[in-house]
């Protein structure tokens, strides 16, 4: 029974990085080095901590992005 409960956690974990790596096919940053996503990630953090506009700001940008499909 842990085995397939490891199983399917290592499945869940999977399909997450496949998404988030959509995320980054759909910015158009598909042929960015990685160094660069990673600062651009790690920096976006430190703006939208502890500061509502700039959270807000970008959850509309990424919801205009998404269309219809918005998450």
């Known amino acids: 029974m ?3 409960t490891t ?3 290592r499945k869940k974990d999977a399909r997450e990085k496949i998404e988030l790596g959509g995320l980054i096919v ?3 940053l598909r042929y960015e080095k990685r160094a660069l996503l990673l600062g ?3 920096e976006a953090k430190k703006r939208i901590r502890g500061d509502e506009t700039e959270r807000s700001r970008l959850i509309a940008i990424g919801a205009e ?3 219809d499909d918005g998450k």
Do not use: D, P
Request: net charge positive; proline share 0%.
């Open 7 to 9: 199983t399917e956690a």
């Open 40 to 42: 651009v990630l790690i």
């Open 2 to 4: 842990q085995r397939l």
């Open 26 to 28: 759909k910015a158009g």
């Open 65 to 67: 992005a998404f269309g």
